[in-house]
Each structure stands twice: as C-alpha cells, then as structure tokens.
C-alpha cells in the first residue's frame, strides 16, 4: 500500500481526485469496491478495505461500483526503479500486452526475468500479473459493452479473451451475471465511433498541452483545432491490422479526456486507449510534481510531459528537429509522411495518413528521404535508427532499460546527448529526462553551460523532464 489507512479513508471521506486510481475501497456491506472519488455516501470505516488496485479488490471477491466505474480511474507513475518496472508492466497489459504474449515474453521485452517481474508486480499491486490481467480485461469488457455498440463477440475479442465461452464464463463467475445483462436498457452509441472517458488527477494544463502538440502536429497525420486533437491510426491487432482514427478533447467540467475511436479501431480498443494515454501523460501525479518543482511549476499548474503515440515516429521527428525551426521540422515530417506514410481514409480533411513505420523506413533507404527534401547527413541517421528498430535492437516505449536505450541511441549516427534526452522524455515516458544542452533551457537559465545546468536540475529530480517543461514553457520556446 501506498498509503496508511488513515489517509485513505481521509481521502475517501472528501473524495479527493489526487488519490483517484492510487487506491481502491472495498465496502464490507456492499461487496462493491470504489474509486475514493464515488459520488456515493461515505461508508463506514469499519467497513472499508483500502486496495493497491482493483485487481487486488476483485481478487477479494469484492464487485466494481457501477456509479464511480473503477475501470475509467487514472494510471498511476512512478519513478523508484522496482515500481517503475512494475506501473511499466502494468501500462502494457492495461493496453492488451498479455492477450498474444506470455509473461515471460513480456518480461524480456522489459529486461528483465519472469521471476523478477511477478515479485515486483505482486509487491507493488497486490496481485499476480496474471490475476491483473484478467482483471484489466473483465473491465475493457464492462467500458465496451456499455459505452460501445460492438456485438457481445466483438466484446470478447476486444477485450482479450479467446472466446465467447470462456468471456462468459469468467464474466458470470466474477460479476454474479451475463455480459449481455449488463447491456439491457441501454443505449449505446452507433458503431461508426465511441466515446470513452479517461481520467486523470486534476489540475491538467490542457491548453499549454495542445499549445505544444499544434505546431508539431505532422501533416496528413495529425492536427488540432486549438481544442481538440486528431490523428490517423493504422495498428497490427491480433495479425490483423485495424484502420482509423482518434479525437480528444477535454470537458471543461470534469476531470477527464473524451477520446472518440472510429468503428473500425474498436476491435484494437485497449490498445489505442493505451496509446492516447501515453501521448497525454495521463499517469502523472500532478501534486508530487508540483510540491518537488515548487516555484518553477506554480506558473503553469497541471503542465503535462506530451509522451508519444507512436515512439518511432516521435524519434523521427525529433532527428528532423536538430537544429532548424519546428515550422521547418513539421514540414519535414510531412513530406516524409507524404512520400512513405500508409493512406487511412478519415472524414477529416486534414488527417489522411499514418507515418511510416520503422520498417518501411528501413527499407526505403536515405535515398528517398532526400528525394523530399531531408538532408544526406540527418536521411543516413533516420534510416539506421529505422534498421535498429525494425530489428528490434532498439524499442522506443515506456518501461524499457532506459539507460541502456539512451546509450544505444547516442551510439546511432547523428543522434547526440540532446536527441536521446529528447526521445528519452516523449518516447521512453522517462520523467527524469533532461536535455541539458536546449538552447532554451539554458537561455532561461541563464547559463551556457550543460555542465551548470545539469548541475542546478539536480535539484529537480526525479522530475526533471516536467522542469524542462516549465522551463521551455516560461519563455514561450518552440523546441523540436
């Protein structure tokens, strides 16, 4: 547990949003168990059981609250290394990383032993990996059937079970009905799209966010409106690759992102939730930044680290960047996306395609990122990053050895300390990042070296790259 009982029930008590997904409450008179921000009377104490997460409370036998839907609650980050490992393992199963892989192959995706990772895992959430998994599906399953108008098959899929058999098996055991009862009097969206709330931990700066996300959206992939983003979607699901796009904006009343998902991605649904996720830091714990940062973050409370939706194409984006203007950079990118970018019919003009992935780079060689305009130089770099991770010697994600990541990126040619850093903070989610050597954020330093300036962030860990941030932030810079 994170927290002693006191201040959970504490929390609890005053529906404290800063605690929302760090805990759960299991009500011994009900069997339900709550987010501690439940619009629901506050039960007794004696009759609350405080949980590290809801597959903890479910392994109990304790039911989710239909009123406060544990499944919508905010991630959690971070940052000590065995909690880390474990919040890592956590994000990829939450997006369907164990419904075509073992544990064993996601530990060594993550570097580490199958042993290392379940002990850390349980010692951190309470349960097995195995148990939260079936936990993260059951309540895929419960979003998807009422948010959604997927048949109960499409459900099932979706949401990682391999079969309609099993999915109402389990669905009946945990929940004492069918999945198709939880439908009844429903009505749920058309099936062109869906609409799903992700929470987060107030505040959330969502206008510095797409004031930064804006002018480095990619043309033809993505774009904003000054409110709302867009982007075209192309994944691999389950051998099969799904087609579409996504939308998100931010309800001014409520402490969530509305996230539209084409009909056509649903089947991919814990995926490209997990994703958007990523891309808008939904994880970060506001408060704990804010009270390590102190003055630097008051100017902007709620300010985010953008993350990526697709590692490859942010660490493309950031090699484009070196040293020329975003407007240039975002130009680049475009063109690249243009020449090599898969189609993806949308109903928005101005998104049209999916960047190109590693392999696709790979093999099309420098010579025809120079054909639109990228530099002989900067074309070599991008093609041998894109040959290191098609080949999977370099993965672009949370939770990977983050060191030994920033290391083989810095052994890429034309990639430095600042590119690395840089990919390091958006791509690998890492919240220490800090590229030392921005002109930026020495300008709002006031200093010229990266050694000084590295030596005044020390003061800033393990936050380091959210100081970047509020840094870039306070003198307005566009940085790559």
Not at 262 to 285: E, I, N, Q, T, Y
Request: proline share 7%; hydrophobic share 45%.
């Amino acid at each position: 547990m994170l927290f002693d009982r006191d201040t959970c029930y504490a929390a609890l008590a005053a529906r404290d949003a800063r605690f929302d997904g760090q805990f759960y409450v299991g009500v011994g008179s009900t069997g339900i168990y709550c987010r501690p921000v439940c619009p629901a009377r506050t039960p007794r104490r004696d009759r609350c059981t405080f949980f590290p997460s809801a597959a903890a409370a479910e392994s109990r036998g304790f039911r989710p609250c239909l009123r406060c839907r544990p499944e919508r609650a905010p991630g959690t980050s971070r940052v000590d290394a065995p909690a880390r490992l474990a919040h890592a393992a956590a994000a990829c199963i939450d997006a369907g990383g164990l419904t075509d892989a073992s544990l064993a192959q996601l530990a060594r995706s993550l570097g580490v032993t199958g042993r290392h990772l379940r002990r850390v895992f349980e010692a951190e959430f309470g349960v097995a990996p195995v148990v939260y998994a079936q936990t993260c599906r059951l309540l895929m399953a419960r979003r998807l059937l009422t948010e959604t108008a997927l048949p109960v098959t499409g459900v099932a899929m979706a949401s990682g079970f391999g079969s309609i058999r099993r999915f109402n098996d389990v669905f009946l055991r945990h929940y004492r009905s069918r999945p198709s009862d939880l439908r009844r009097g429903l009505q749920v969206p058309a099936a062109s799209a869906a609409d799903f709330d992700l929470a987060y931990r107030p505040p959330y700066a969502w206008g510095a966010m797409i004031g930064f996300l804006g002018p480095r959206a990619i043309e033809g992939v993505e774009a904003t409106d000054g409110a709302t983003y867009r982007r075209a979607v192309s994944l691999v699901h389950r051998g099969r690759r799904v087609n579409g796009w996504v939308q998100v904006s931010a309800p001014a009343d409520r402490p969530i992102l509305r996230v539209r998902v084409s009909g056509d991605l649903l089947p991919a649904a814990p995926a490209v939730l997990g994703r958007v996720k990523r891309l808008f830091d939904l994880a970060c714990r506001p408060a704990d930044v804010a009270s390590h940062l102190g003055p630097l973050a008051a100017g902007e409370p709620g300010l985010r680290v953008p993350g990526a939706f697709d590692g490859f194409e942010l660490a493309v984006r950031a090699v484009l960047g070196q040293q020329i203007s975003v407007r240039a950079a975002r130009t680049l990118a475009g063109r690249v996306a243009g020449a090599l970018g898969r189609p993806v019919s949308t109903p928005f003009s101005a998104i049209d395609r999916v960047f190109p992935d590693a392999a696709r780079v790979a093999d099309a060689g420098p010579d025809a990122l120079c054909r639109v305009g990228v530099t002989r130089a900067r074309a070599g770099a991008i093609v041998a990053l894109a040959r290191a991770c098609a080949a999977r010697r370099i993965v672009l994600e949370p939770g990977v050895d983050v060191e030994r990541t920033v290391a083989a990126l810095r052994a890429l040619p034309g990639v430095g300390d600042w590119t690395a850093q840089y990919i390091a903070m958006r791509a690998l989610a890492w919240p220490d990042a800090f590229p030392a050597g921005d002109f930026g954020i020495k300008k709002a330093l006031g200093e010229s070296s990266p050694a000084r300036v590295r030596a005044r962030a020390e003061a800033w860990r393990p936050w380091r790259a959210y100081a970047a941030l509020h840094l870039w932030r306070s003198l307005q810079e566009k940085t790559p």
